[in-house]
């Protein structure tokens, strides 16, 4: 009898530890799915959504879609490393990228496209910002037309050929694949969904052409194999695209970072005479002229100017300066959207942010206020800061 008792009691002692730690675990998972979040980041992921609520909290972008959207370009090369550094790509919800979402919320698209045009201190977030708008097109299912960094066109040409077709005209043969190659990671599964055709019949050569009704997907394909005919398949593509958004048929978002780069005055790409070619007499101005004009609806166009488009010579970062008289004219009118160095709250939030991400460390107020100070604020330069802590 008294084995008996003693197994009831061991029994019953072993029930109630399992009772308390079953209950007790349970008690604290209800205390981390109630804890609030952090305070610098935003469980919201989804552009579409972001409203000033979510203003100076960062967002995380997911995996596919960074992969989607950036891996032909849009984010700067100091940023890419950073991303890979913190395992994970998040972008600050600022207030010019708010005010543009806005826009394009309410935006009446049976109208002819608005024009946007980011202007700023260089470093202050221009490019990630419309890195935020881009996502934000992706989210909205609007055929993107995104152009990096347009300087690297006629900074770093890979190949220099006379057109074909367009007497006085230059090629960028390789630049123009590369772009259509990351046009289509962008957008070819909305292409599909949309079934596009061509609309027009279009001759390349003596023995090559494009029947009229073709899949976009094919053309743009044509323009990756045959790297000789590219720039003029980017010319005729977004001109499909352009005349498929008057007829209702999508919408389409126009998307360039460092447009002044089109009106300069000085540019590294040569002909065979080693005589300098203007961005007038670059094929591809053709095309990146023709979707920022105001003559088609269903679309926006949303654009950067930068002193670093123009090698920094400039002396103020306003629009009417760095697009010049024709670049002005060209987009006029336009809202323009300034990006500032970050606010207090902003700067506070970004090194709460490296922080937790292991990237600075033991850096009391005196030091914070020391970055702010070095900094001015500017997100680049900050981030170099933190890069040689």
């Not at 950073?82 to 394009?104: A, G, H, W």
């Not at 090194?351 to 001015?376: I, P």
């Amino acid at each position: 009898m008294a084995f008996n008792t003693l197994k009831v009691e061991n029994f019953l002692r072993r029930v109630s530890a399992a009772s308390i730690k079953k209950y007790a675990t349970a008690s604290e998972a209800v205390q981390v799915q109630e804890e609030p979040p952090v305070h610098f980041r935003t469980a919201e992921s989804n552009p579409v959504n972001h409203t000033t609520q979510h203003q100076e909290r960062f967002y995380t972008i997911p995996n596919d879609v960074y992969k989607k959207l950036y891996s032909g370009g849009g984010l700067p090369k100091e940023f890419m490393k950073q991303v890979k550094t913190f395992n994970e790509c998040c972008f600050l919800t600022r207030s010019p990228t708010i005010e543009i979402l806005s826009y394009l919320r309410n935006t009446n698209y049976n109208k002819p496209v608005n024009r946007y045009v980011l202007y700023g201190p260089s470093g202050c977030g221009k490019t990630l910002s419309m890195a935020h708008i881009l996502h934000y097109g992706l989210a909205t299912q609007k055929v993107l037309i995104h152009i990096p960094w347009a300087p690297n066109w006629f900074r770093h040409p890979k190949e220099v050929a006379n057109s074909t077709t367009r007497e006085g005209y230059v090629d960028l043969p390789i630049d123009a694949a590369a772009w259509l190659i990351h046009f289509k990671n962008q957008n070819s599964q909305l292409l599909e969904q949309l079934k596009l055709t061509t609309d027009k019949e279009y001759t390349w050569s003596l023995r090559e052409s494009t029947p009229r009704g073709v899949p976009l997907m094919q053309l743009i394909d044509l323009g990756i194999n045959r790297v000789r005919y590219a720039s003029e398949i980017i010319i005729a593509l977004t001109s499909e695209l352009k005349e498929a958004s008057i007829a209702g048929k999508c919408q389409t978002l126009v998307m360039i970072d460092g447009y002044n780069i089109f009106f300069t005055d000085r540019t590294r790409v040569f002909t065979d005479a080693k005589a300098m070619v203007l961005p007038d007499k670059v094929s591809l101005t053709i095309a990146a002229l023709e979707m920022t004009k105001y003559d088609w609806c269903n679309g926006a166009v949303v654009v950067s100017v930068d002193q670093l488009a123009v090698g920094g010579k400039k002396e103020s970062d306003l629009p009417r300066l760095l697009l010049g008289k024709a670049g002005f004219e060209h987009l006029d009118p336009f809202m323009p959207v300034s990006v500032n160095p970050y606010t207090d709250s902003e700067f506070y939030n970004v090194m709460d942010y490296f922080k937790d991400r292991r990237w600075v460390r033991n850096c009391d107020d005196e030091g914070l206020q020391e970055l702010k100070l070095l900094s001015a604020k500017n997100g680049f330069k900050l981030m170099n800061l933190c890069a040689a802590l």
